[in-house]
């Protein structure tokens, strides 16, 4: 019957109901797994709106993803079963405003599309990049508030229109883009209305313009390390730096180092134990015109000298001579050769060229299964959690949460992997990779070590900035007064409750 409705609105080759085939197109980076009795692949606006009109004619539940690569919060699974997955990445148009550098993409354009269609066009701008790598959706990472270290850090800040599907079957647009104007005001006029589509189940977005970054005359990285007993000064310096060089530096990152170990190529490193008296890595990239770029190199100086002995600054020169020597390394070298791809690798990724870099951790306990050119943790049987709480950028707050993580972490045998990334000159994001051999008793040790950061975190002030999609129904503050006004939004637009049930609520 279901089977035979889908077809009446899409053709036959967008639907999959092969019981195997939905199990491995829907395979985690856990044992965590809902049941999805189709899949479909809708090619086109109209198609998606069809499929709503006939969800709320026969009561289906529908759970709209783009490529569904969110490894680490549940892939592509819904928090509750019965859902029909409808995959957006056939809806992969791309169009751009060079004057007013405005880029429009469906939701099935990810990192490597985007960076492919640059390249091609000769167009000199910035992918807004992600650890998460090349296949995944721009869309996707700024709807779930997603985060890079380019110039526009916060990814849902540079969304400057919105089109959607709502589940009556009516079409939303942003108000500048509903009276045929460009988007260049985030706001438009009126209440503010495209943030509920972010982290929500309102609507399913078919269209996102965004505010893209050419790439500057001048990017330069910089390196320093710490060690842990000045850390608190470094979150002040690191604050006070932000501030004062308004803009030129993207996000800046800390990592302790287990979290350097283990997305190292080199096994034997990524093998080794060390505790939080180990020196941390700070590492940055200053975006800009030349005379920009010298200024903050100063005020970098000047910032970290106090507690840092020396900060390195590399070039994209510097890099791409880094690269060049790697080729005629002998091979006894290897080790060396490796790093010097790392940092490459890594440049790149700050230039917003996509890289698979930052991915790589999740085969710290699978490494025979790693591609270097083609990684996807689900599919290789990879166990990943992601731990990601908001951390205020205060010396204080940032010690009481070092505390918590290495007492709740060291209570289940697991080596806490660090990074605090800055959004702002007054908060971080602090993602914590918790890896383990899926289906064993390592995942068991993870799930109740997942469940012990984020109740004790929370208890302590440290809300993650997004949910594995297995405990939204649990951790969501659906009590709070912004969790009962969302409740009575959802009911309000969606009475038949047909679109992403129990997706933040």
Request: hydrophobic fraction near 35%; charge should be positive.
């Amino acid at each position: 019957m279901i089977e035979k409705s889908l077809k009446s609105v899409l053709p036959e080759h967008c639907i999959i109901c092969d019981k195997e085939e939905i199990i491995k197109l829907t395979r985690d980076t856990s044992s965590n797994s809902q049941r999805i009795d189709f899949i479909v692949y809708p090619e086109n606006i109209e198609q998606v709106k069809q499929l709503v009109l006939l969800a709320n004619k026969i009561n289906l539940k529908l759970y709209p993803i783009s490529t569904g690569n969110n490894w680490g919060y549940g892939s592509c699974h819904p928090p509750k079963a019965g859902c029909i997955l409808v995959v957006l990445e056939k809806l992969n148009q791309i169009s751009l405003d060079e004057d007013l550098n405005l880029l429009t993409i469906g939701p099935g354009v990810t990192q490597s599309d985007l960076y492919n269609y640059f390249k091609k066009q000769n167009l000199e701008y910035m992918v807004p990049t992600t650890g998460a790598g090349p296949n995944c959706s721009i869309v996707g990472n700024a709807l779930e508030r997603g985060y890079g270290i380019t110039p526009i850090t916060d990814h849902f800040a540079s969304v400057m229109g919105i089109e959607a599907i709502l589940p009556n079957g009516e079409v939303y647009k942003s108000p500048l883009i509903a009276n045929n104007m460009a988007p260049v005001l985030k706001w438009g006029i009126g209440a503010y209305l495209d943030g509920i589509f972010s982290q929500s189940n309102m609507g399913i977005v078919t269209s996102m313009t965004l505010m893209v970054e050419k790439k500057p005359t001048s990017v330069q990285m910089f390196v320093s390390y710490v060690s842990y007993g000045k850390l608190s000064k470094a979150i002040s310096a690191i604050s006070t730096l932000l501030s004062q060089s308004k803009g030129n530096i993207g996000g800046i990152n800390i990592m302790n180092a287990n979290r350097v170990s283990i997305m190292s190529d080199d096994c034997s490193l990524s093998t080794k134990k060390y505790n939080r008296e180990s020196k941390w890595l700070i590492v940055g990239t200053i975006y800009g015109e030349k005379k920009h770029v010298k200024a903050t190199r100063s005020l970098i100086k000047k910032n970290l000298s106090p507690i840092t002995k020396k900060t390195i600054f590399i070039t994209s020169k510097t890099a791409k001579f880094i690269q060049k020597l790697s080729c005629i390394v002998p091979s006894c070298f290897n080790k060396l050769k490796r790093s010097m791809f790392e940092l490459t690798d890594l440049f790149g990724l700050f230039e917003g060229i996509p890289s698979h870099i930052s991915l790589r951790l999740a085969y710290y306990k699978n490494r025979n299964k790693e591609n270097v050119t083609d990684l996807d943790p689900a599919r290789d049987q990879c166990g990943l959690l992601w731990y990601s709480p908001i951390v205020p950028m205060k010396s204080s707050e940032f010690e009481k949460y070092i505390d918590f993580v290495y007492i709740i972490c060291s209570k289940y045998n697991i080596e806490p992997a660090i990074t605090l990334t800055s959004l702002s000159s007054n908060a971080f994001d602090s993602t914590i990779p918790l890896i383990f051999k899926p289906y064993s008793t390592e995942e068991l040790i993870a799930y109740d070590c997942y469940h012990e950061l984020l109740t004790t975190g929370r208890a302590l002030g440290f809300t993650p900035y997004r949910l594995h999609s297995a405990f939204m129904n649990k951790y969501f503050m659906s009590d709070t007064p912004h969790g009962k006004l969302t409740k009575q939004i959802k009911k309000i637009i969606d009475p038949n409750n047909i679109i992403s049930p129990g997706r933040y609520e």
